[in-house]
C-alpha cells in the first residue's frame, strides 16, 4: 500500500493536475504544495460548482484533510487573502485546515514590477511568465536577502530587511530599466503587517507536521505545480519557471526525505499545451491545434492567455519519467480527442538528419527539432467523455491508451474522462 505519493505534471503545466489531487485526496490526511506560486491556476469542477486554486493545495476542500504550504513555495501575501477570502465566503473553513511554512518567500509587489520590466526588456524573447513577480521572488531568495514569512513575527528586523531590499529593487528598477515604479518602505511594511494578522496563525513547522503524520502512518499527497518541461535545470531554458517542479524538489520544499515518498504520479494530458514562450515540437497551427484549444478549453486559468497546444509528446514524456521516477501515468482529458479521425503521437525527434530520442537541453537544439510521428486511429463517432469503466471506452480509445503504456514501458493508471472529480476510468489503485 502506498503511503506519501507525489502528484506532479509530465508536461507542460496544465495536465489536470488539480483535478486529480482532489479526487484522489479522498483517500489522503494531507495534501502539500512544494514549489512555484500563484504562477498556478488548478481547476477542480465538483457538481458543476468550479473552484480555481493558485496557492493554496487542492485538497481544500475535504472535510478532516489538512492543507499544507511548504517552505519551497514562494507566497503573495495579497493573492494568498484574496484566495483565502473565496473560499471563506463560501464556508470552506481554511483557517482550520491550512498551515504554511514559515520558511517561504514572500513575493512582494516590486517583485511583480521587476518581471513586468523584464519582460517588457526582452521584447520578442520575453518568457511569457505569468507576471505574478515569481522568478524575482525566487531570485531574492538564493541571493539570500528575501523577506520569509517567519519574518512577519519581528516587526524590527523586518523594517530593516525591507529597506534594504526594497532600496536595490528601486534602483534597478529606476536606474537599469527606467521605469517609473519606486515602493516605499513605509507603505509596503504595513501592508505586510496587515496580511500578517491573518497568516501568522497559520505558520508552523511544516516538515515536522508532514513527519509526525507520516509516522502515525497517514497518507500525503505532494502537489506538484507547472510541469516538468518547465523546470529550471531540465526544462527548456530559459523558457521555464523559477523553480524545480521534479518530484525531488519535494525534500528541500517541504521538509520530506525521498525514501519515504512511495509513488510519483505523471499528470499527462492525452495530447499537449504550452503557454509562453520556448521549443515545442509537436505544436499545430491548424484545424487539429484549434479543436484541442476549443474543445480543451484551453485557456490559462491564471491570466487567461490561450494555450499553444499540440500532439502528445513520447519523448519529453520519456525524460519526465525518468527524471521524476514516475511509477504511473494518469492520463487526462482524453475526451478532448474525441471526434478527431486519426491522431499522431511522436515518438522520436529529428536533429541534423538523426534521430534523438531525449529532448536537448538547449532550447536553441530543440527548436530545430522536428517530430517522428506514429499514427493511430481515431474513434470518431464514438465518445470517451463522462466513461467510468474501462470497457465501456471506445476500443480506439484503449489502444491509444495502451500504445502510450507500450511505447514507454510505465503502465496508465488512470484515465480522466471529463473535467468533473468523478469522471475517471481507475484501472489500478495509486494509494
Ligand atoms: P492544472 O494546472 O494541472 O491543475 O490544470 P488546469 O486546471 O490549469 O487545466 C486543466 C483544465 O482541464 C481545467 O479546466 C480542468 O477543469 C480541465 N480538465 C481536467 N481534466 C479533464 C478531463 O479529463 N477532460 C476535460 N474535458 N477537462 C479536464
Ligand atoms: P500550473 O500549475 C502552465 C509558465 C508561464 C511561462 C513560464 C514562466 O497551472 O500547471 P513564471 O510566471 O512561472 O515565471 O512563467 O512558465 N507557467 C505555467 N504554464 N501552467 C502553469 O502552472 C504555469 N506556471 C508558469 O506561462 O511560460
Ligand atoms: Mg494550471
Redesign the pocket.
Known amino acids: 500500500m502506498n503511503h506519501n505519493i507525489v502528484i506532479l505534471?509530465s508536461q507542460?503545466?496544465?495536465?489536470g493536475?488539480g483535478k486529480i489531487v482532489d479526487f484522489l485526496t479522498d483517500k489522503a490526511n494531507a495534501v502539500v504544495r512544494f514549489q512555484?506560486g500563484h504562477?498556478?491556476?488548478?481547476t477542480l469542477v465538483i457538481n458543476g460548482e468550479v473552484t480555481k486554486l493558485r496557492l493554496i493545495p487542492s485538497g481544500i476542500l475535504h472535510d478532516g484533510v489538512m492543507s499544507f504550504i511548504g517552505n519551497g513555495v514562494v507566497v503573495s501575501l495579497e493573492a494568498l487573502s484574496s484566495e483565502m477570502n473565496e473560499l471563506l465566503a463560501r464556508g470552506v473553513p481554511v483557517f482550520d485546515r491550512l498551515r504554511i511554512s514559515e520558511a517561504c518567500p514572500i513575493v512582494l509587489p516590486v517583485h511583480v514590477a521587476l518581471?513586468n520590466a523584464r519582460e517588457a526588456a526582452l521584447g520578442d524573447q520575453k518568457?511569457?511568465?505569468?507576471?505574478?513577480g515569481?522568478?524575482p521572488a525566487y531570485e531574492d531568495k538564493v541571493a539570500r536577502r528575501a523577506i520569509r514569512i517567519g519574518d512577519l513575527r519581528a516587526p524590527q528586523n523586518l523594517k530593516q530587511k525591507l529597506k534594504t531590499l526594497l532600496n536595490l529593487h528601486n534602483f534597478t528598477l529606476k536606474e537599469y530599466y527606467k521605469v517609473e515604479d519606486q515602493f516605499d518602505v513605509e507603505e509596503t511594511y504595513q501592508q505586510l503587517l496587515e496580511y500578517a494578522k491573518t497568516i501568522l496563525p497559520m505558520i508552523n513547522d511544516v516538515s515536522a507536521e508532514l513527519n509526525a503524520i507520516r509516522k502515525k502512518g497517514g497518507k500525503i499527497i505532494f502537489e506538484g505545480?507547472?510541469?516538468t518541461l518547465?523546470d529550471i535545470d531540465h526544462g527548456t531554458y530559459p523558457?521555464?519557471?523559477?523553480s524545480n517542479t521534479i518530484s525531488g524538489t519535494v525534500a528541500s520544499g517541504a521538509g520530506f526525505g525521498p525514501c519515504y515518498l512511495d509513488a510519483v504520479i505523471g499528470i499527462t494530458k492525452a495530447y499537449t499545451t504550452r503557454?509562453?514562450?520556448?521549443a515545442y515540437p509537436t505544436e499545430l497551427d491548424d484545424e487539429v491545434g484549434e479543436h484541442l484549444g476549443v474543445k480543451g478549453c484551453e485557456f490559462?486559468?491564471?491570466t487567461g492567455r490561450k494555450r499553444r497546444t499540440g500532439w502528445l509528446d513520447l519523448v519529453a514524456l520519456r525524460r519526465a519519467i525518468e527524471i521524476n521516477s514516475i511509477t504511473s501515468i494518469c492520463l487526462t482529458k482524453l475526451d478532448v480527442l474525441d471526434g478527431l479521425k486519426e491522431l499522431k503521437v511522436c515518438v522520436a525527434y529529428e536533429l541534423d538528419g538523426e534521430q534523438v530520442e531525449y529532448p536537448p537541453y538547449d532550447n536553441a537544439d530543440y527548436v530545430r527539432c522536428t517530430p517522428v510521428y506514429e499514427v493511430l486511429s481515431g474513434w470518431e463517432g464514438e465518445s470517451v467523455f463522462d466513461k467510468r469503466k474501462w470497457n465501456d471506452l471506445p476500443a480506439a480509445a484503449r489502444s491509444y491508451v495502451g500504445f502510450v503504456e507500450k511505447k514507454l514501458g510505465i503502465s496508465v493508471d488512470i484515465v480522466s474522462t471529463g473535467p468533473e472529480r468523478s469522471q475517471n476510468v481507475i484501472v489500478k489503485d495509486v494509494f
Open positions: 505534471g507542460w503545466g496544465d495536465e493536475k512555484g504562477n498556478a491556476g488548478h518581471d518568457i511569457g511568465t505569468t507576471k505574478r515569481i522568478g505545480a507547472q510541469g518547465l523558457y521555464v519557471t523559477s503557454v509562453g514562450s520556448g490559462g486559468t491564471v
